[in-house]
């Protein structure tokens, strides 16, 4: 991973290259933070390259500047329409062509507007995309591709931007890319890496001693004692002991009580109600709720927030086996409410239902759960989208307008009591799952019946953004991060 620097007129040594991504019409030179003298020399340098700003243009020429040897013209076309997507997508081309050209220390401007956003909010969302674009995960990958990766992002300031101003914006993008690629590391762990008993470990290193954070697990036992028979009916067909994770940020008299719950199933077979054997690779991203969940607490003990905010992640793996759970079987949840289990492979509520029904004793103003829950929601929304459900509607629309801001979006979806109906059972309280028809929102209603009544909850179906098959939109291959910067953001919001 690269460094964040603060860029230096004069660096000990010359930078490898210096890049300046710039809209159509837009001249970036004119908006950095320059001496008189550089900024002449560098537009005269613009004027010969002449680039136009076109999107995915890229120029290179000699840098006439001290500061580096080459500097390279990235364009974004209509800044008007600049997105968060586009920027992505002009980053990771700065990566890749600093990664082909053996560029170690680079100098990077990115004095843009993104559409909708403030010019501050421009400036922390165009950093934080930054410090995210040289992502890959080499984790198990005997030749790691580090060597030819950047050691040093230097960020040249804008215009007006103090340099007090720069340090402070990038010490909080530090934190908060660190938290995206931790939840991203997380994700991309397969199955047989990251089982229910590695992630509690995980969690304890993350958020372990000095932390300010308390970390508890409850194993098989404790989950009996708690009559959590969702968790513990998912994991009975696998060999793996089911955790539940419980994490803890209390400071002295908190402002508020936040419950944050996260979909940790490390590897979702379908159990006996089994998944085709086509693309069920791909539900080792299952606990990406759990990641981000893990990720966004790690950052809150560092942000001090005068909040209490718990992270709940029931953690099991769903397969069949000889003593797996079986279609028709009837289990008691921890509210004391009964299911009549008509398809295995609808786990995820079973088990979220049961951290839910666990939040209640944090007596919670808000609740959000992350979960890929539905592959539905996947057919509702595309990728472009979370779908998001819940009891407050002020809440949802809150989230929906941050999530545009941030590049993380989501979506509302209906909770009408109706739906509970789809999910009527002869025999027990209801069922898990029910026809074809509105997988999202029945899902949601299920949840429903075990969310706290009192607390503002969203559940939040990321299945179609937790992961991606193919590099998207400037996003990676694998895991996304999803939430992580979303949720950071409606919290220090709540600061205000
Ligand atoms: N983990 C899956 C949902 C999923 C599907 C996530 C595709 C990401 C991509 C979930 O546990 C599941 O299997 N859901 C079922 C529910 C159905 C049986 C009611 C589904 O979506 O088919
Ligand atoms: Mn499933
Ligand atoms: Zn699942």
């Given amino acids: 991973m690269a460094d964040l620097y603060q860029y230096r007129e004069t660096p000990e040594e010359p930078l490898d290259c210096l890049y300046i991504l710039q809209g ?25 390259l002449s680039p136009r700003g076109a999107e995915g243009e890229v120029i290179s020429g000699e840098c006439p500047l001290q500061m580096a040897h080459r500097v390279t013209f990235v364009g974004l076309g209509d ?88 340090g402070e914006r990038l010490q909080r993008i530090r934190l908060y890319a ?30 372990g001693e000095g932390s300010g954070i308390r970390v508890t697990i409850l194993g098989p036992k404790e989950l009996a004692k708690e009559k959590m028979g969702g968790i513990l009916a998912v994991s009975q067909g696998s060999d793996e002991e089911p955790r539940l994770i419980v994490l803890e940020h209390r400071p002295k008299k908190p402002k508020k009580s936040i419950v944050l719950v996260g979909k940790g199933v490390t590897f979702d077979a379908g159990g006996i109600s089994l998944k085709p054997a086509k693309d069920m690779g791909w539900m080792k991203y299952d606990m990406c709720g759990a990641a981000t969940v893990l990720a966004v607490l790690n950052a809150v003990a560092q942000l001090e927030l005068p909040f209490k905010v718990v992270g709940l992640i029931p953690a099991a793996e769903n397969l069949p086996s000889g003593g797996a759970l079986k279609p028709g079987d009837i289990i008691s949840m921890a509210n004391g409410k009964t299911v009549e289990v008509d398809n295995t492979d609808a786990e995820g509520r079973l088990l979220l239902a049961d951290a839910l029904v666990y939040a ?107 992961y991606s098959e193919r590099e998207r939109s400037g996003l990676p291959v694998g895991a996304s991060g999803f939430g992580v910067v979303l949720t950071l953001s409606w919290l220090e919001s709540l600061r205000k």
């Avoid at 908006?31 to 005269?44: F, T």
């Avoid at 938290?179 to 470990?201: C, F, I, K």
């Fill in 178 to 207: 660190n938290s995206v690629r931790l939840a991203r590391d997380l994700g991309n762990r397969p199955g047989n890496d990251l089982t229910p008993e590695a992630l509690a470990s995980m969690a304890r290193e993350v958020c």
């Fill in 24 to 48: 159509t019409g837009v001249d970036s030179v004119g908006r950095m933070e320059l001496g008189p003298k550089d900024r002449r020399a560098l537009k005269a340098k613009a004027r010969a």
């Fill in 360 to 466: 209640e004793r944090f007596h919670p103003d808000f609740i959000i759960d992350y979960a890929t829950l539905t592959g539905a929601c996947v057919v509702a929304l595309g990728h472009e989208a979370a779908g998001i459900m819940g009891n407050d509607r002020e809440f949802l629309d809150t989230l929906v307008r941050m999530g545009d801001e941030v590049g993380e979006r989501v979506w509302p979806l209906p909770l009408y009591e109706e739906y509970f109906s789809y999910l009527k059972s002869d025999w027990a309280d209801m069922k898990n799952a029910g026809s074809r028809w509105g997988g999202p929102v029945t899902a949601g209603s299920f949840l429903e019946q075990f969310a706290p009544a009192k607390a503002s909850w969203t559940h939040m179906d990321i299945a179609g953004v937790a």
């Fill in 79 to 166: 800044e008007k329409e600049l997105t968060h997507a586009k920027l992505r997508k002009a980053l990771r081309r700065v990566v890749r062509q600093a990664t082909r050209n053996h560029e170690y220390q680079i100098g990077l401007a990115v004095p843009v507007k993104i559409r909708g956003l403030s010019d501050a909010e421009s400036r922390v969302f165009a950093l934080l995309e930054a410090a995210l674009a040289d992502y890959t995960f080499d984790h198990f990958k005997s030749k790691k591709n580090e060597f030819d990766k950047i050691d040093g992002l230097h960020i040249v300031p804008m215009a007006g931007e103090t340099e007090e101003e720069l």
